[in-house]
């Protein structure tokens, strides 16, 4: 099983990026997908996440109205756009897939929001 973060770079605030998640091992839409966060000198974070059942979907406070996740089933992707960046959004971002006890996470991508 392998996710693949990627996406992450330098953006002023008020830009945007988007994130990707690629799957290998596992079928996305089999488990809970979704991106966390650790700021330096923070713990990690949600950020936001897409249930297997039901395709519910869950944004953390700080990124509501901003983040969107989307997953494409046939390309194994899950994706975070990003809009409206603030500097507080600066942070490695990870995606992980859980279905019960198993858990996955990605590498991590960097995201940096500054002037």
């Known amino acids: 099983v392998q996710l693949q973060a990627s996406g992450g770079g330098l953006v002023q605030p008020g830009g945007s990026l988007r994130l990707t998640c690629a799957t290998s091992?596992?079928?996305?839409?089999?488990?809970?997908t979704g991106w966390f966060r650790q700021a330096p000198g923070k713990e990690r974070e949600g950020v936001s996440c897409?249930?297997?059942?039901?395709?519910?979907?869950f944004y953390a406070d700080s990124v509501k109205g901003r983040f969107t996740i989307t997953r494409d089933n046939a390309k194994k992707t899950v994706y975070l756009q990003m809009d409206s960046l603030k500097p507080e959004d600066t942070a490695i971002y990870y995606c992980?897939?859980?279905?019960?006890?198993?858990?996955?996470w990605g590498q991590g991508t960097l995201v940096t929001v500054s002037s």
């Open positions: 897409i249930t297997n059942d039901d395709g519910m979907i």
């Open positions: 091992g596992v079928t996305p839409d089999h488990y809970a």
């Open positions: 992980n897939a859980q279905r019960g006890n198993l858990l996955y």
